[in-house]
């Protein structure tokens, strides 16, 4: 098979270039340069015309690599909330009523909205001090969610103990 290759590899340098001119080669690694791009842009477009995901759009705009590498080096247990927090999938009372665990899905904070991350994040009155303290600030824009590094919500998150299972 290598064989076949090199011949045909031979052929094709020794014949004539056969389209429009001027021709010239293009280099491998501008291929994959743009491959790459493309495969980020059909990515993006994908993620914001699809209809579901809706709490974990408001913390994940777009690709952030170094976001990737921190949340890769976390522990197992740092991981799992990490994630559970960015995609709404976390030991909170909305989720825990969808999948069935509990019948209510309000705050247990004393508010009457439901128990999910962008409440508990960005919104809840009972965590201002706590969210000032940490976050910056004692209510949050939802636009700005994807701002917070990652560090800083796993730390939002230890400070309310609500994560840590025995």
């Not at 994940?60 to 921190?70: N, T």
């Not at 999938?89 to 309000?106: K, V």
């Amino acid at each position: 098979m290598p064989i076949i290759i090199y011949v045909l590899a031979k052929q094709a340098s020794t014949s004539y270039f056969i389209g429009p001119e001027p021709s010239f080669g293009i280099s491998v690694s501008n291929i994959c340069s743009s491959i790459s791009s493309w495969a980020v842009r059909e990515q993006n477009r994908l993620w914001h015309e699809s209809s579901g995901c809706r709490q974990a759009k408001y913390f994940l705009h777009r690709p952030d690599y170094s976001r990737v590498c921190f949340a890769l080096n976390l522990a197992k247990k740092d991981l799992r909330i990490l994630v559970g927090l960015l995609t709404g999938h976390a030991d909170l009372n909305r989720h825990l009523c969808i999948t069935g665990i509990l019948q209510d899905s309000g705050c247990p904070l004393g508010q009457e909205e439901d128990d999910t991350t962008v409440h508990l994040v960005a919104q809840c009155s009972a965590l201002m001090l706590l969210r000032k303290s940490i976050l910056g600030d004692f209510t949050l824009p939802l636009d700005t969610l994807s701002d917070i590094h990652w560090h800083l919500l796993l730390r939002f998150a230890k400070a309310l103990k609500r994560f840590y299972r025995p």
